[in-house]
C-alpha cells in the first residue's frame, strides 16, 4: 500500500529554534498533502494544504510565517516551524492521497513528529 | 458547529465482546466520504473503514462495519470480537465534496477504546 514517511520522529530543541519536518510520499505521487496538528489528548487539527509547485492554503488563525511549509515536488513536502517556542510543542502529522486514487481510498498518513520545545 | 460529533470520550469493553463507537455529522454536500481511523498510543494513523455518502450498503473491513444511517446522519464503527490490541483511540473522519485528492479531512474529537481481559 501506499507509505508515508515523515521524519524525523521526535524532535527536543530549544525556545528560538527553528526546526524542519519532512514528509515524503514513498511509491507514489501526490499533487496535495496536508499537514496537522494535535495537541495531547486532543483532535487533530488542519494547519495546512500543501499543493506542489504553488503556495500552502493556511488553515484561520494558523500563522504562514511561523509554520512555513515548502512542497517542492511531488513525493516532498516540509513544515518548517520557525523560532520555536515551547506552546509550538505538539504532535505534526502529514498525509497525503495519490493522484487518481479511487475514492473509497483513504489519506495516507505519516507516522507523525513529537515536537518539544524547552 | 461541529462537523463531526464523537460524544463519547472514552469506552470499555471485555474482550471477544463488540463494541459500538458513535459518530455524527454534519454536512450540506450531497457528496462526501466518512472515515474511522485508529490511532494506538505511538501515535500513527491507522485506516480501519470507508463510508461513501452514495454507497448503499454499510462498509465492512474484517472485524470493523460501519453502522451507516444517512438520515439520521450517523456513521457508528461496530468492533466485533474485541482483542486487546484494539485499545487505542478512534477518530471518525468526513471530507466533504467530490473526491478531487485535494480535501483535507475534518476529524471528531476523538474516542479511546479500553478493551479489558
Known amino acids: 500500500g501506499a507509505v508515508v514517511s515523515q521524519h524525523p520522529s521526535w524532535v527536543i530543541c530549544k525556545s528560538g529554534t527553528s526546526v524542519k519536518i519532512e514528509c515524503r510520499s514513498l511509491?507514489?505521487?501526490?499533487?496535495?498533502m496536508f499537514w496537522y496538528r494535535q495537541f495531547p489528548k486532543q483532535s487533530l487539527m488542519l494547519m495546512a494544504t500543501?499543493?506542489?509547485?504553488?503556495?500552502?492554503?493556511?488553515e484561520q488563525g494558523v500563522e504562514k510565517d511561523k509554520f512555513l511549509i515548502n512542497h517542492a515536488s511531488l513525493t516532498l513536502s516540509t513544515l518548517t516551524v520557525t523560532s520555536a517556542h515551547p506552546e509550538d510543542s505538539s504532535f505534526y502529522i502529514c498525509?497525503?492521497?495519490?493522484?487518481?486514487?479511487?475514492?473509497?481510498?483513504?489519506?495516507?498518513f505519516g507516522d507523525g513528529t513529537r515536537l518539544s520545545i524547552l | 458547529a461541529q462537523k463531526i460529533t464523537q460524544t463519547q470520550p472514552g469506552m470499555f469493553v471485555q474482550e471477544k465482546e463488540a463494541v459500538t463507537l458513535d459518530c455524527t455529522y454534519d454536512?450540506?454536500?450531497?457528496?462526501?466520504?466518512l472515515f474511522w481511523y485508529k490511532q494506538p498510543s505511538s501515535g500513527e494513523m491507522i485506516f480501519l473503514i470507508y463510508?461513501?455518502?452514495?454507497?448503499?450498503q454499510n462498509a465492512t473491513e474484517g472485524r470493523y462495519s460501519l453502522n451507516f444511517q444517512k438520515a439520521r446522519k450517523s456513521a457508528n464503527l461496530v468492533i466485533s470480537a474485541s482483542q486487546l490490541g484494539d485499545s487505542a483511540m478512534y477518530f471518525c473522519?468526513?471530507?466533504?465534496?467530490?473526491?478531487?485528492?485535494?480535501?483535507?479531512?475534518?476529524f471528531g474529537s476523538g474516542t479511546r477504546l479500553q478493551v479489558q481481559p
Open positions: 498525509s497525503a492521497r495519490a493522484s487518481g486514487e479511487g475514492r473509497n481510498q483513504p489519506q495516507h
Open positions: 500543501s499543493n506542489e509547485g504553488s503556495k500552502a492554503t493556511y
Open positions: 511509491d507514489f505521487q501526490a499533487t496535495t
Open positions: 473522519a468526513m471530507r466533504e465534496g467530490r473526491d478531487t485528492g485535494r480535501r483535507a479531512l475534518t
Open positions: 463510508q461513501g455518502s452514495y454507497d448503499q
Open positions: 454536512t450540506s454536500d450531497p457528496s462526501y466520504g
